[in-house]
């Protein structure tokens, strides 16, 4: 009955979101948009077990093949994987004990409207970088407001590194380098409102905070705060800085600590 309920709520938010819509369309008209006024974007990556990169720990992404076509009629597959393997979302218990697991979210937490901050320039010149405050701020004197209850993605440029050893970038004595959000930019996120009562970080990397925060003190704020975390995000480029939503899915399970994902954003054709 939850399941049914947590797809009608989805479905509900989505056509809510369509039909409040009052920007031009694709068409020119003005007024609620409809689906035609929309494309869909796939934001996740497939999982194969040549490129998969799973974090140091986790356990490894493995496909083994159950019947064939010509052997038995059909054709199946057994997957063994992490909860948290290739594009996921995290749920709030991941980190926390007294917050909701991934069965326990609402349809709402995982329909976001979304922002894309580019920090690719930085991360290239600093693998360990951290977002600060005011390149937040810097990014709302050019686009606007982050919306309330928003996805904020980060778009560091790790995308182009998947499955490969460049994707861990390790250095010499074993330590991963990956840049993320700073503790005071997330802070800052949490305090003013912008991510609301639901929201999320988004990332091409592993995890939002950086490599260098080994006490994951990023994703314990965001999860203790009842908001949920995208990673490993794909196919950024085509993610407008804002205007879109993300419809995050994926396998519920009891007591998930959150799921392997397809993520889809709903892109306003302009």
Do not use: C
């Not at 904020?152 to 995308?159: R, Y």
């Not at 705060?225 to 939503?245: D, F, M, T, V």
């Amino acid at each position: 009955m939850r399941r049914r309920s947590m797809l009608a709520g989805v479905a509900t938010a989505v056509g809510g979101v369509i039909a409040g819509g009052g920007a031009a369309g694709a068409s020119g008209r003005s007024g609620p948009l409809g689906l035609a006024d929309y494309r869909l974007v796939n934001l996740a990556h497939v999982n194969d077990p040549d490129r998969t990169n799973v974090y140091p720990g986790d356990p490894e992404f493995a496909l083994t093949t159950v019947t064939t076509v010509p052997e038995h009629g059909f054709y199946l597959q057994y997957v063994r994987q992490g909860e948290h393997t290739g594009t996921h979302w995290g749920a709030p218990a991941h980190f926390n004990d007294d917050q909701p697991y991934a069965d326990e979210l609402d349809a709402e937490d995982l329909f976001l409207p979304a922002v894309k901050i580019d920090v690719r320039e930085r991360a290239a010149r600093d693998a360990d970088y951290e977002v600060s405050v005011a390149d937040l701020k810097r990014w709302e004197k050019r686009h606007g407001r982050i919306p309330d209850e928003a996805a904020v993605v980060l778009w560091t440029g790790w995308e182009e590194r998947w499955g490969t050893p460049a994707f861990f970038n390790f250095d010499a004595d074993g330590a991963m380098h990956q840049p993320g959000f700073s503790l005071a930019a997330v802070q800052w996120l949490v305090d003013t409102g912008r991510l609301g009562r639901r929201g999320a970080l988004g990332t091409d990397t592993f995890s939002p905070e950086s490599a260098l925060d080994a006490e994951y003190r990023v994703s314990k704020l965001l999860y203790r705060e009842h908001r949920i975390s995208l990673e490993i995000l794909a196919n950024l480029a085509a993610l407008p800085e804002q205007g879109a939503h993300v419809l995050v899915g994926g396998t519920v399970n009891r007591r998930g600590s959150g799921s392997p994902a397809s993520v889809y954003a709903f892109v306003p054709k302009r």
